[in-house]
């Protein structure tokens, strides 16, 4: 079964806010998570919490094991998301 995605609403400006091939290149991939999310996420330093790496981009993720949920908390270039947590 695959898992579902949700966006929160300023991940999903940031993600809106690039370049379309940049933006389709991402939504590709986040197609490729939901087939089997933990071999592309890693822990987090914070409880719970785990990161995604897409080329030079980030997301900070939370997983709901019990509905198969993976919601992107933040998104952002890998030079300013660590700031932004």
Same mark, same amino acid.
């Given at each position: 079964?695959?898992?579902?995605?949700?966006?929160?609403?300023?991940? $999903? #400006?940031?993600?809106?806010? &690039?370049?379309?091939?940049?933006?389709?290149? %991402?939504?590709?991939?986040?197609?490729?998570? *939901?087939?089997?999310?933990?071999?592309?996420?890693?822990?987090?330093? $914070? #409880?719970?919490?785990?990161? &995604?790496?897409?080329?030079?981009?980030?997301? %900070?993720?939370?997983?709901?094991?019990?509905? *198969?949920?993976?919601?992107?908390?933040?998104?952002?270039?890998?030079? $300013?998301?660590?700031?932004?947590?």
């Amino acid at each position: 079964m695959k898992w579902d995605i949700e966006w929160y609403s300023k991940a $999903r #400006k940031n993600l809106e806010s &690039l370049p379309q091939h940049i933006r389709e290149r %991402i939504l590709k991939y986040f197609d490729r998570v *939901k087939e089997n999310p933990f071999h592309f996420l890693e822990h987090f330093e $914070r #409880k719970g919490f785990y990161k &995604l790496k897409i080329g030079d981009y980030r997301a %900070i993720v939370e997983i709901d094991f019990q509905n *198969k949920i993976i919601k992107i908390q933040v998104f952002d270039h890998r030079n $300013r998301i660590y700031k932004r947590i």
